[in-house]
């Protein structure tokens, strides 16, 4: 594993949030699975409340899907669901999710939480696509398309990373703006062609989603480069 060095995630983390307001930020980490676990979901909590300590936004974590009321979701600026599976939310809880977004806030995707809510529509439309299937991890080259975007500003142009690459169904992404792809020539298993997108963001229905397919591993909350891309994705669902 590469040795991380605190001044640069702290350069990068600067950086993702400069357009960040300095009115505290209230995020809610939502793990529930119903599905396959990862592992590395408690790796991912901790990487978030280190951004949050560092950046002005308190989080909280839950896998207790009965918190999804309109009233208690008006206390977040946005929901991370961190590698969620399966059916996690029932009919009411769904109700008041889409409420959520439609006041104006914002949803972000981490990994599996495309392996999420097959059966719920709207659920497709907000985070852009569902999971398929996947190869063995393994390295692949990344080409970061759009380098203005502050999720991915502090990428470079090209970047091998080591993750578990999501094949795709049901891809939605007519209106989102893809930042980022992977390219199948760099290893074996990939099945969405030339243009694979990993990861993408829009405003939705009101408010603003963003997803990223990378953060299968615990390494990966250890990177500067994919702590900014959560970073940055963070800036913008919860409101510039």
Known sequence: MKK???FILLAIFALSFTHISKKTKHILIFCKTAGYHHASIPAGIAAIQKLGAANNF???TTTNASLFTTDNLKKYDAVIFLSTTGDVLNEEQQKAFEGFIHS???FMGIHSATDTEYGWDWYNRLVGAYFLRHPKP??????????KFIATKNLPS???HFDEWYNFKSMK???SHIVMTVDEKSYTGGENGDLHPVTWYRDFEGGRTFYTALGHTDECYLDPLYLS???GGIS???GK
């Open 4 to 6: 991380i060095y605190p």
């Open 58 to 60: 308190e989080v909280d």
């Open 104 to 106: 104006g806030k914002g």
């Open 138 to 147: 393994q390295e692949a080259m990344l080409h970061v398309v759009d380098k």
């Open 158 to 160: 090209e970047w091998k």
């Open 173 to 175: 992404l007519d209106s």
């Open 229 to 231: 891309i959560l970073a």
């Open 236 to 238: 913008y669902v919860a």
